[in-house]
């Protein structure tokens, strides 16, 4: 298949484009690249690109592909509280745009990378896709609105299916250092405490990013009529871990480091966890790979060959939100988080076989 992955250049997406290549589909990839600067390690393997803003996407963009995989958005919580109207236009009035051109397009598959965090604060109950709603963030929310729209564009010659991950974690070109796992063993392995910004009480999901490249690789290569219009949550069930569990492996994974509470720590009402049953079952070549102590591990020796250190991952070239700003503050960005200057339309492509 010919498929456009939009957010090819991000945390996931940087894992997932060479995944979805390397099982035989021709990529291409679209992304505005808000984070060129912030490569962790080796640069992430290039692709042929079309480097433009999600919200100026046009028709002629997305002719001649059979599928749409969309990563692309506002990718975090403090992100999408740092304008959440920017969020909805980003995240869900241009996701939908999207959808209506592919549709157009004669694109016939449209995955959506949707989240877990759509459930929101629903305390210690098992959730299943039929569960509702109760998203806290405009991060969430917006995606709860782009299921909920794209979902009634779907008919014979259009079939979107909504990938709903769970919390990622795992090392990456574009690493994210605001995500839990990978958050806590930086903080182990550069300052010996195990840093709990909340009470350590709510409960999450937890998926590797390699993982949900799988989900998406086997969404692609499943007959339409299993995945025709339907949300899957992307996980395990026996990766579901209140965060103070998840603080205990890092304290095990990482040598001479404690579990520390921050002082402003305010209590999380993102507490959500989740059954992955109806992949397994709709999906059985899911094959999922990681769990959380081999991610930890993996975390932690990525860490040390680059010998991190605090400054990183709390400066502007790994925290995201503070990359934004300097972004703006600069003058690379306008308010509406468009380059000010001309960037290459095209990075140069290059195949990953």
């Not at 992100?79 to 959440?84: F, T």
């Not at 899911?286 to 991610?295: A, H, L, N, T």
Request: contains cysteine.
């Amino acid at each position: 298949m010919r498929v456009l992955i939009t957010g090819n250049t991000g945390y996931i997406g940087t894992v997932l484009t060479p995944f979805i290549a390397a099982a035989g589909h021709d990529v291409v990839g679209l992304d505005t690249d808000l984070f060129e600067h912030c490569t962790f390690g080796e640069a992430p393997a290039k692709f042929p690109t079309l480097r433009k803003d999600l919200r100026d996407i046009t028709l002629a963009d997305l002719e001649g592909f059979d599928a749409v995989i969309h990563l692309a958005g506002l990718s975090n919580d403090p992100l999408g509280n740092l304008n959440p109207d920017l969020t909805y236009d980003i995240n869900h009035r241009a996701s939908v745009r999207l959808a209506e051109l592919a549709k157009q397009a004669g694109v016939s598959r449209y995955l959506f990378s949707s989240s877990c965090s759509t459930y929101g604060a629903a305390g210690d109950k098992i959730l299943d896709e039929t569960a509702e709603f109760n998203p806290v963030t405009p991060y969430a929310r917006s995606k709860v609105l782009v299921e909920h729209d794209v979902a009634k564009l779907a008919g014979d010659n259009f079939s979107p299916t909504f990938l709903r991950n769970a919390t990622a974690y795992g090392v990456s070109p574009r690493l994210r250092f605001d995500l839990v796992l990978n958050n806590l063993v930086a903080w182990a392995m550069c300052t010996g405490r195990v840093r709990l910004k909340s009470d350590g009480t709510p409960w999450r999901p937890f998926v590797h990013i390699e993982d949900i490249s799988r989900a998406f690789l086997a969404v692609l290569n499943s007959p339409r009529e299993r995945v025709h219009n339907v949300a899957v949550n992307v996980g395990r069930t026996d990766q579901n871990y209140q965060i103070r569990d998840i603080a205990e492996v890092v304290e095990k994974t990482v040598p001479n480091c404690r579990i520390e509470f921050a002082g402003d720590g305010e209590p999380d009402t993102r507490c959500y966890r989740v059954d992955f049953g109806y992949i397994n079952k709709v999906l059985p070549e899911f094959q999922p790979q990681w769990d959380i102590p081999k991610g930890a591990q993996e975390l932690y020796a990525a860490y040390k060959k680059v010998e991190l250190r605090v400054e990183d991952f709390e400066g502007i070239r790994y925290k995201r939100i503070d990359h934004i700003k300097n972004l703006l503050a600069t003058g690379r960005l306008d308010l509406s988080l468009r380059w000010t200057s001309p960037v290459a339309p095209e990075m140069a492509p290059a195949r990953v076989s």
